[in-house]
């Protein structure tokens, strides 16, 4: 594939023809989904949401104050962004905006005509590969659909009830914590589309480390950022992980270091291999029959193998602390 104009050579990359999303989602973003449209009143805070504002409205709220990317405006990450959707074979083309912020983040917004919002602490942080992987996680929540939901939970979270009068008397909590939870595992989908546009794992795993340290890669080291990412997952005590439990409950995205050990063992499993090997799911009657069944036993093997830690490790220390009571009682 051509290098398109002013984005250095690299190595060619493989576009996916017709690759469908169900391809990389994780099985707990398909079934936290089905649980967050169960949620009583979810259904009635989107359309009343979508007939309130409207396509136009939700555009001209997010894009308010931000520059829209062209061939005369950031023409570099308007190269980026043509040869990610290039790689993941998608149209039409999802406007593309910067927004003046130095935080480092990115979304993907809308209902029919989604766009893409990049933080501008992005272009400064983050390399042309890295940049691709951005670029591609946000393409990647466009094709899954994900853009409608997630400028729901932005609104809720971020803008007041007084700005948003339609949804009073909602109960909005449970809805916020559905949204919280589903979105949270939506972004391990589109951490993988990432990867699949950029096809560089050492960059997509840097992008992890990066917004994790936010410094330059002479100061860190993406092997040992790797390690510690195993250790947060594998080490600690009951009260740890639950602590860990608790650290995410309001959080919109998993920490960075879970996001680059769930991406190593995707890689390390194959599956992005047999991706570029051909071995995917196109668009089309295949993908929209796949049953959810299969993801949601995958799923609650998903959340049961965390429950289980956290139960493993409850009953760990209640034998050892009857083991510390009984031998104390034997010195008496």
């Known amino acids: 594939m051509t290098e398109p104009t002013g984005v250095p050579a690299q190595r060619p990359r493989k576009v996916l023809t017709g690759i469908a999303p169900v391809t990389w989602e994780h099985s707990a973003d398909r079934a936290a989904l089905q649980t967050l449209r169960s949620v009583p009143g979810f259904d009635e805070v989107v359309k009343k949401v979508v007939g309130f ?7 001209l709220l997010f894009q ?62 983050l390399d042309d590969d890295e940049m691709r992987a951005l670029l591609g996680h946000e393409v990647g929540h466009v094709m899954s659909g994900h853009a409608l939901y997630h400028t729901l939970l932005v609104l809720i979270l971020n803008v007041s009830l ?16 559905a949204l919280l939870e589903w979105f949270r595992k ?5 951490d993988r589309a990432g990867l699949l546009a950029s096809q560089d794992p050492s960059a997509s795993l840097r992008m992890f480390l990066k917004m994790a340290g936010g410094g330059d890669m002479a100061e ?12 947060y997952e594998e ?9 860990k439990i608790l650290n995410t409950l309001g959080a919109s995205h998993p920490f960075n270091t879970l996001r680059a050990a769930e991406l190593q063992r995707w890689i390390e499993a194959g599956h992005y291999e047999r991706v570029l090997g051909g071995e995917y799911t196109r668009r089309g009657p295949d993908a929209e029959r796949r049953p959810i ?20 490790d409850v009953v760990d220390t209640a034998k050892r602390a009857a083991q510390a009571f009984a031998d104390a009682l034997k010195k008496k």
């Open 53 to 59: 504002l409207g396509e136009r409205g939700i555009r």
């Open 220 to 231: 860190m080291d993406l092997n040992t950022f790797l390690v510690q990412a195993k250790e």
């Open 64 to 125: 308010a104050n931000a520059v829209r990317v062209g061939s005369s405006q950031f023409p570099r990450l308007n190269a980026l962004y043509t040869d990610v959707l290039t790689t993941m074979d998608w149209e039409p083309r999802p406007e593309l905006f910067i927004s003046q912020t130095p935080f480092v983040n990115a979304g993907a917004y809308g209902m029919e005509r989604p766009f893409i919002v990049i933080n501008s602490g992005a272009l400064k942080l």
């Open 293 to 312: 069944e299969p993801d949601i036993d995958e799923a609650r093997d998903h959340y049961m193998k965390e429950a289980k830690a956290v139960v493993d």
């Open 162 to 177: 007084g700005f948003l009068p339609f949804l009073a008397g909602i109960a909005l909590l449970p809805i916020q914590l």
């Open 186 to 190: 939506s972004e391990l989908s589109s």
């Open 235 to 243: 080490t600690g005590g009951a009260l740890d992980r639950v602590f």
